[in-house]
């Protein structure tokens, strides 16, 4: 009970210090480092728990569930960034009093999101969505993506709509997912994000460097045939005004973004506004300002990345109010095994069994 009140502090309040002071105003005299170790524990044992299950899932042990059966399901896919704390080695005669020094790079925990939606393409609000996400790369992120679907029953959803933005890293892997879940293929639909469509119609107008008036228009009428699924013409108009330029110009880029997309069939967004699919990536962005940036990205504030992992999992399950649940799993898990290993080996995506 102590463990789990002091980690749900910890996870919910900005910094350790305000954790330390809420815990004291409910009768929990504890100091920074116990605090920090306790829920960093806790969530270690999260991530040791959810390892076991993916390794279970791998083995064909794992019976799909009925959480999502019958649903209009989404899975939004994104990236946040955290600063972590790689140190450096120590010189062999440091000086008393010298601190330990450490490089601060940047990483891009990827985040993932899967609810059920309505008719008309939004979050129903009597069903918690699904949160979670990892620092181990994408590899590993495809594998969880695909067994939360597989384990909430997904495969007998009505339909599954992935939506992300143009990242090549989640577009590569999104056959291998469909795959490893056992997904229909003609009840999935893979969309594109239409707030990132139009921010790149909007810096292709201004890398073509157009006058304001000329540029504005040009944009509102683009904006009004994307709405309408009407891409190619964008596209076509884009290229006519870029031409004569270098193909090492950036507005190529753009472009070619749009049409590779749109040959896709990522961006009919008239056809899914019709069939009330979600079309705008707002959850998984609020995600990760939630889960991530207000309680991982504070300014002076660096991670070991095993620790980073382990907040964001127990914060995870707070926010999306899967507490109850997880936790007593994770308490069954670790009083049959108190191994607290939770890496593990990323998924070869070019085949159906991921490699142990």
């Known amino acids: ?20 002071k809420e815990l004291r ?5 504890l100091d920074k480092k116990t605090v920090r170790r306790i829920a960093e524990q806790l969530g270690t044992e999260f991530l040791a728990w959810r390892r076991r299950e993916l390794l279970t899932w791998r083995l064909g042990n794992t019976p799909p569930g009925e959480e999502l059966a019958g649903c209009r ?4 896919i994104d990236g946040g960034r955290v600063r972590t704390r790689a140190n450096k080695k120590s010189p062999k005669k440091r000086k008393k009093g010298q601190r330990r020094k450490f490089d601060t790079p940047w990483r891009e925990p990827k985040v993932l999101v899967i609810f059920a939606f309505d ?12 949160i979670d996400g990892t620092l181990l790369g994408p590899d590993h992120l495809a594998e969880l993506v695909t067994w939360h679907l597989h384990r909430l029953g997904a495969a007998n959803a009505e339909v599954v709509v992935f939506l992300s933005d ?13 795959r490893r879940a056992g997904l229909t293929a003609s009840r999935t639909v893979r969309v594109l994000d239409w707030c990132h469509a139009v921010e790149h119609v909007s810096r292709a107008l201004t890398l073509l460097k157009l006058k304001d008036a000329e540029r504005i228009q040009a944009f509102v009428e683009m904006r009004t045939l994307l709405k309408q699924s009407r891409h190619a013409e964008v596209v076509a108009e884009l290229e006519r005004l870029a031409a004569g330029r270098s193909e090492k110009h950036k507005v190529w880029t753009e472009i070619r973004y749009l049409k590779k997309h749109g040959e896709a ?14 079309f705008g990536s707002g959850a998984v962005e609020s995600t990760i300002r939630r889960v991530v940036n207000l309680r991982l990205k504070n ?3 660096y991670w070991l990345e095993e620790n980073a992992e382990a907040i964001f999992a127990i914060r995870a399950a707070l926010l999306s109010d899967r507490w109850e649940t997880m936790l007593k799993a994770v308490q069954q898990s670790m009083s049959r095994d108190a ?7 990323a998924p070869t995506m070019d085949t159906d069994a991921p490699s142990n």
């Not at 890293?169 to 469909?178: K, Q």
């Not at 069939?265 to 979600?278: D, E, I």
């Not at 191994?339 to 080996?345: A, K």
Request: overall charge positive; aromatic content about 8%.
């Open 166 to 178: 143009g990242a090549p890293w989640i577009w590569e892997r999104l056959d291998w997912i469909i």
């Open 25 to 29: 105003r409910q009768g929990l005299n």
């Open 1 to 20: 009970a102590v463990q789990a009140l002091v980690a749900r502090t910890m996870a919910l309040c900005p910094s350790i210090e305000m954790a330390r």
């Open 265 to 278: 069939g990522h961006m009919q967004y008239l056809t899914f506004k019709r069939r009330g699919l979600p």
């Open 119 to 130: 008719e008309q393409g939004k979050m129903k609000k009597h069903r918690q969505p699904l």
């Open 73 to 76: 399901v989404a899975v939004q």
């Open 339 to 345: 191994r607290l290993t939770w890496h593990w080996s």
């Open 299 to 301: 300014n002076a504030m």
